[in-house]
């Protein structure tokens, strides 16, 4: 059975810095299979950030505009543990940020209904 449990969302003020974790258990994925999304009041699920496969063992970050420059997205294949860094932190980083897995190919993905397997959530809140 696979299980994604996130952890690390607390209160932050602006400025500040959060690093969440996704401890995945019941199968490995690869880097490019795996994301984070974030879902703030009122609003739809959005695309934070995945990896791209550049070829061979390599990856690279993709990430939303929204965040670029100031979130880092990491793997730690020895702890199937991915990670999201997350620094400079604005009142509109507010959100539950979730984890998320797929099994499929050839997908989108920055779109929701690419992934096959989701976290519970972590609450990320930041005060002005």
């Known amino acids: 059975q696979v299980q994604l449990v996130e952890s690390g969302g607390g209160l932050v003020q602006a400025g500040g810095s959060l690093r969440l974790s996704c401890a995945v258990s019941g199968r490995t994925f690869s880097n490019d299979r795996m994301a984070w999304f974030r879902q703030a009041p009122g609003k739809d699920r959005e695309f934070v950030t995945t990896?791209?496969?550049?070829?061979?063992?390599?990856?690279?970050?993709d990430y939303a505009d929204s965040v670029k420059g100031r979130f880092t997205i990491s793997r730690d294949s020895a702890k199937n543990t991915m990670y999201l860094q997350m620094n400079s932190l604005k009142p509109e980083d507010t959100a539950v940020y979730y984890c998320?897995?797929?099994?499929?190919?050839?997908?989108?993905?920055?779109?929701?209904?690419?992934?096959?397997?989701w976290g519970q959530g972590t609450q990320v809140t930041v005060s002005s």
């Open positions: 990896y791209n496969w550049s070829g061979g063992s390599e990856y690279y970050g």
């Open positions: 998320a897995a797929s099994l499929r190919t050839g997908t989108n993905r920055r779109r929701i209904d690419a992934y096959d397997y």
